[in-house]
């Protein structure tokens, strides 16, 4: 299985300003995809990270808050802006290969004062 | 109807027990099914992968019924490091026919002495 690391693992950020979140996989991956998870609540998807191209978001995401990139096969960043409260979770991006197994990053635990 | 269903639990049992979960799932189409375990404050890992004939990996049976749309997970020979939660995971064909998969709220399990 892929080994994936996610950079920064917790910030405290300041409403209005923008956070970059990284993603790095050891190996090539085909897909990329990144998560949000609330306290006590399940796993939501955010996007698929497209290699080469836009995201593709899921309803109730979309690019102008959570900029995604995908420059290569091994690693992605998600930008959440202008944020607000509302945006304190944790961020967690996954990596797949056709067979649908996807395996995760440790998260990145964002608070939004 | 949620896309996948879980019963949120807690499981209290104690070691050395028996422990089923089960999940149901409302997309006929789904052809992809996992098991993930989530420590606390952790990031989800593949338990299993669910095959249509039911699998085993040593403690773990998973079991797939597609006329019901269930899945359920058997875990024997309880131990204290099994107390996690447990999240049913289910693939769906998305918008622009891309495949996603869906996360149950998940089991709280918790094992004690």
């Known amino acids: 299985s892929a080994v994936i690391s996610q950079k920064p693992s917790r910030d405290i950020c300041q409403r209005g300003t923008s956070l970059t979140i990284q993603c790095q996989v050891d190996s090539q991956v085909t897909m990329m995809f990144w998560y949000r998870q609330q306290p006590g609540q399940s796993l939501t998807l955010i996007a698929t990270a497209n290699q080469g191209s836009e995201a593709t978001y899921e309803s109730g995401f979309v690019i102008d808050k959570f900029p995604i990139s995908r420059p290569n096969l091994t690693f992605s960043t998600l930008t959440v802006s202008n944020m607000s409260p509302e945006d304190s979770s944790i961020y967690l991006c996954?990596?797949?290969?056709?067979?649908?197994?996807?395996?995760f990053g440790p998260g990145t635990r964002l608070t939004v004062t | 109807r949620k896309e996948v269903e879980q019963d949120p639990g807690p499981f209290n049992v104690p070691e050395g027990a028996t422990v089923a979960f089960n999940c149901t799932y409302s997309?006929?189409?789904?052809?992809?099914f996992f098991w993930y375990r989530q420590d606390c404050r952790k990031e989800p890992k593949l338990l299993m992968s669910v095959y249509s004939s039911g699998n085993e990996d040593g403690r773990f049976t998973a079991q797939l019924n597609r006329a019901s749309q269930y899945i359920s997970l058997l875990i024997r020979d309880s131990k204290l490091s099994d107390s996690a939660t447990y999240l049913c995971?289910?693939?769906?064909?998305?918008?622009?026919?891309?495949?996603?998969?869906?996360f149950g709220t998940g089991t709280r399990l918790q094992v004690f002495p």
């Open positions: 996954s990596a797949s290969e056709q067979n649908y197994e996807q395996y």
């Open positions: 997309n006929s189409a789904s052809q992809s």
């Open positions: 995971v289910v693939n769906m064909r998305g918008q622009y026919n891309t495949d996603k998969l869906i």
